[in-house]
């Protein structure tokens, strides 16, 4: 993820010249989006998700408050930052507005050293934040999504197969003999192994919303959305030949003489009405049968 990119910053204030004035000053560094009224700032807030909203105060029909309350209320636009930018100079006012939720308040007439000043003061502390929210569900050794972020995808993932009658594959990946392999080489070569494997498997995705975490130990989980049986499995398998012709040697394996992996997966269909921890159950179930016939394997619910 790229945290030094181009940042966004909407300009919503119904005044031309001052619209003009901003987008001038913060074109130079930012992707400046333009609004000159109440509705535009949420309609483009909305589509564009900007990183920072200077908001002007007092715009015909809904006034800058109404415009703030609106973003809090709405989940996808409650996190952006929002300064104020208004010609009400009583402490009150700057007082009501910082209430609300606004990070931030600049009188008009604006300096343009200040405006610039507080912009980028914000904008580093929306990368800052990202950075952190990053991190937070990132796996420290494979970069793999964590286990907390997997939790957060899945549920959200599950709510919406079932609201929308479309599949919703997982899949359970467990190296084969992997004590055996960290006894033999030593941990340090196991964590390098683990991160091979990390990177096989998140390369073999094909689609955007799939998702690739480290579960816990050797073990990782692969999350495929809109991806009936028969297709979930082929990439899974695809996944696993791949992890195989790596050929990261194994002595101590019973396997292989290569590092392996086994898998189970399953799919939630719209005619069954299996809850999240059931479909995760069934998955987990059958990468044990995996294990059981021989390991090296992809077992799968109905991929017939």
């Known amino acids: 993820m790229n945290f030094a990119g181009t ?17 001038e000053l ?29 908001l002007d105060v007092i715009m015909p029909d809904m006034d ?19 300064i104020f930018i208004s010609g009400l100079g009583r402490p009150e006012d700057e007082a009501n507005g910082l209430k609300m939720g606004a990070a931030d308040y600049i009188s008009k007439p604006f300096n343009e050293t200040v405006v610039m000043a507080r912009v980028a003061m914000h904008l580093q502390m929306v990368r800052q934040r990202r950075m952190l929210e990053h991190l937070a569900h990132v ?9 907390r972020r997997f939790d957060e995808v899945y549920e959200a993932e599950w709510q919406r197969s079932r609201r929308s009658g479309r599949p919703l594959s997982l899949a359970l990946l467990d190296i084969d003999a992997f004590k055996q ?19 096989s ?3 073999g995705l ?16 692969l999350l495929l959305p809109d991806t009936e049986a028969v ?25 292989a003489p290569v590092l392996t992996v086994s898998a189970g997966g399953a799919t939630l269909s719209a005619n069954t009405s299996e809850t999240g921890a059931e479909l995760f159950a069934a998955a987990d179930a059958l990468l044990y049968q995996a294990k059981k016939a021989g390991r090296n394997r992809v077992e799968w619910r109905n991929a017939a």
């Open 181 to 199: 392999y960290n006894d033999h080489y030593g941990h340090p070569a196991g964590d390098r192994a683990l991160r091979a494997v990390a990177r």
């Open 139 to 147: 796996d420290g050794l494979t970069e793999l999504a964590n286990r």
């Open 7 to 23: 940042q966004k910053v909407l300009v919503a204030d119904d005044d031309i010249v001052n619209r003009q004035v901003l987008a």
């Open 26 to 54: 913060l074109k130079p560094e930012h992707t400046v989006l333009l609004a000159k009224n109440g509705e535009q700032a949420l309609e483009r807030a909305a589509r564009h998700l900007p990183d920072l909203i200077l």
């Open 231 to 255: 297709q979930a499995r082929q990439v899974v398998i695809s996944i696993c030949c791949a992890i195989a012709e790596l050929e990261i040697p194994h002595e101590a394996s019973s396997v």
């Open 206 to 221: 094909r689609r955007p919303a799939d998702l690739a975490a480290r579960y816990g130990g050797e073990e990782m989980v």
């Open 64 to 82: 800058g408050y109404e415009v703030l309350r609106r973003l809090r209320a709405d989940a996808q636009t409650a996190h952006i930052t929002v």
């Open 201 to 203: 498997a998140s390369a």
